[in-house]
Every structure is written in structure tokens, then in C-alpha cells.
């Protein structure tokens, strides 16, 4: 393959790609509404309490000692 061919082909979607960036940060910076319902609403996990953590943190390290303690005797 023409190695110069390659890299025009290389630079010709680099810009293609920089138009369309460019393209979608003028839309979320004008606050367009296309996006949907829930904009800005918080994402992925929920935040636990102390005693939460705490009670998973129980239930894993039980689980850990089974699952060790089953490993164990199957070697």
C-alpha cells in the first residue's frame, strides 16, 4: 500500500471527524433539547450509607470465606 496515499486518507477522515466533533459541541453547547427527557439527571450508581456498606461488606466477606473454603475442598 502507497504509504502517502494512506496518510491523505488518514488526514482526509481526521478532518471529517474534527467536523463532526465540532458539529456536536455546538449542539450540547447550545442546550438542545433533542437529547430527551431526564437531561441532567444523575447516572449509575446510588450512593449507600455507612451501615449499608457495612452490611455488604459482611455479606462479601461470608461469601469470599464459602467460596474459599469450597475451593479448599475440591483441591
Do not use: C, F
Not at 7 to 16: D, F, G, N, Q, V
Not at 38 to 66: D, L, N
Amino acid at each position: 500500500m502507497d504509504i502517502y496515499k494512506a496518510i491523505r486518507e488518514l488526514h482526509s477522515e481526521k478532518a471529517r471527524l474534527d467536523r463532526v466533533i465540532a458539529a456536536l459541541e455546538e449542539l450540547q453547547n447550545r442546550g438542545d433539547s433533542s437529547t430527551g427527557p431526564g437531561v441532567g439527571r444523575r447516572r449509575g450508581r446510588k450512593s449507600m450509607k455507612a451501615e449499608e456498606r457495612e452490611q455488604v461488606s459482611v455479606r462479601m466477606k461470608q461469601y469470599w470465606a464459602r467460596r474459599r473454603s469450597k475451593r479448599g475442598v475440591a483441591h
